[in-house]
């Protein structure tokens, strides 16, 4: 009796690596054993049960996915990156509200892949924008949504400022109140920039804050209780920026610029 299709592809990691460096085309034996790290005695019976299954064919030495095994792994590895995601710390992501996150960008949370949990200290707390690109170098532009201002908002705002960075700055209703009531002073100094641009979100936020640049990200969402702990996603790689602006873009069509305070 034959395994289920399930079986063949997750029950052996060296399956499924076979398949996944599969799909960009056919392989020779060598250039599997190499990246497999294994051997042709312990690779061969993994490769009969995939051709047994349909999933690949061979000629000569080399391998390369059947129409069937196409199918598959086109919708396999989407899967199997967002898994890993998960797997990063699924407690930390288990533990988490992401309904501040649309439907059609938790499809894509697989871009999500070079990302790790910190766990600040509360000393290291409001330092976690060092984390993000400390002397903003690197991107003239930074984008932030935030429920939250920083104790020391004024010299890193102030510094990004001054160095002419791009500065893209949503907040909550309830923060902008907060903003006028104790801190006029300070953002109207950040608002006669050109290039601090303002907004407030016309709706609920139901997260502390995400921020990124041209090569980092940080996210910071609420426990599934809506309360928070000192825990955030620091993240890199362009695909994990493509996400966040996408995120930040949907946040964007529902605010409203902020031209005075």
């Known amino acids: 009796m034959k395994k289920t299709l399930l ?14 460096l599969l799909r960009d085309g056919a392989k020779e034996t060598e250039y599997l054993l190499k990246c497999l790290d294994t051997t042709r005695q312990a690779l061969l019976p993994q490769m009969k049960v995939l051709e047994n299954h349909s999933l690949i064919s061979h000629y000569a030495d080399t391998y390369e996915l059947t129409t069937i095994g196409k199918l598959i792994v086109e919708d396999m590895s989407p899967l199997l990156y967002k898994t890993e995601v998960f797997d990063s710390d699924i407690d930390y ?116 804050y995400f921020t990124f640049d041209s090569v980092h990200s940080l996210i910071c969402a609420l426990k599934n209780n809506g309360e928070f702990d000192n825990k955030f996603m620091l993240c890199r790689g362009q695909s994990v920026v493509n996400w966040v602006k996408e995120l930040f873009d949907y946040y964007l069509k529902d605010s409203t610029p902020i031209t005075e305070i």
């Open 7 to 20: 079986d063949v592809i997750f029950a052996s990691e060296k399956r499924k690596v076979v398949l996944l």
């Open 93 to 208: 992501w288990g533990s988490r509200n992401l309904d501040f996150i649309p439907s059609y960008l938790l499809k894509k949370i697989d871009q999500l892949k070079n990302c790790e949990i910190i766990n600040p200290s509360l000393t290291e707390l409001f330092n976690v924008h060092k984390s993000l690109n400390p002397n903003y170098e690197v991107s003239p532009t930074v984008y932030t949504v935030t429920t939250m201002l920083y104790p020391n908002f004024d010299p890193i705002v102030t510094e990004m400022l001054e160095n002419n960075v791009d500065f893209h700055y949503i907040v909550s209703q309830e923060l902008l109140k907060l903003i006028r009531t104790e801190y006029q002073e300070e953002f109207s100094k950040f608002i006669k920039y050109k290039s601090f641009n303002m907004y407030v979100y016309n709706k609920e936020m139901n997260f502390l």
